[in-house]
């Protein structure tokens, strides 16, 4: 049952903070944070603490997202078999790293990676497929391979595009955008740029007006901007 209710708070911080209300998936966190650290189950604990992660890089946290991305590799680091809910937190970390360059990012990317490529191989889904790339794509990115992580960020969002899962393909075409432009392909950053807008205005749209919308519009110019990684 404890496991059951973790999830359940866990799913709904994410909702939250795919909206754009980052403080009230903060909320729902700390107000059952005793309950949720104990809960020592990697297919809790790993995305418990990519929402945690998430959260304090939309607040602007350096110190506690370091301090939960470094949680999140060690607790994924080393293991032969993960559970599916893995990949998409350890996305969230590569993509942090990415920002990070130097000794410690480039042993980090290397732990996720080793996580993510591990998870392709257990389930063989599109999910962890995607989520694979776009881990790759970042790492590309952080490690000055531009060309290399536009290539990976555009066959990322087709992945996603593949799974059905739109939030996350218009983030990597933005992604893509941004590194596209970075090698001198401008025409097809237009392109990516303008398919991830046409999805975040789809899923917008479907949104009843005020705070959802509201919120929601501060999420969709973060990724079109290419703030969000």
């Known amino acids: 049952f404890e496991m059951l209710r973790a999830n359940v708070l866990v799913i709904l911080a994410r909702s939250y903070l795919d909206l754009g209300l980052v403080r009230e998936a903060k909320a ?58 893995v990949p998409v937190p350890v996305v969230t970390v590569c993509r942090w790293l990415a920002r990070r360059p130097g000794h410690v990012a480039n042993d980090g990317f290397d732990r996720c990676l080793a996580a993510l490529a591990q998870t392709e191989h257990q389930f063989a889904s599109d999910l962890t497929r995607a989520a694979h790339l776009e881990g790759r794509a970042a790492a590309a990115g952080g490690l000055g391979r531009w060309t290399e992580a536009a290539h990976l960020f555009v066959a990322a969002a087709d992945g996603w595009a593949g799974c ?43 949104l009843p007006s005020g705070t959802l919308r509201s919120a929601f519009e501060r999420v969709r110019e973060t990724m079109l901007s290419g703030r969000s990684g």
């Not at 189950?41 to 607040?59: D, F, H, K, T, W």
């Not at 939030?167 to 970075?182: F, G, H, K, Q, Y």
């Open 164 to 206: 059905g899962f739109p939030l996350d393909e218009a983030r990597t075409r933005c992604s893509a955008a941004v590194w596209l432009e970075r090698i001198g392909a401008g025409e097809e950053a237009g392109v990516q740029r303008r398919r991830a807008d046409g999805l975040l205005s789809g899923l917008q749209s479907r």
């Open 28 to 85: 729902v966190l700390e107000d059952r944070r005793g309950a949720l650290e104990e809960v020592p189950e990697p297919q809790v604990r790993v995305p418990y603490l990519g929402e945690r992660l998430r959260i304090a890089i939309a607040l602007g946290d350096e110190e506690v997202a370091a301090r939960e991305a470094f949680s999140l590799i060690d607790c994924v680091a080393g293991r032969t078999t993960h559970s599916a809910e």
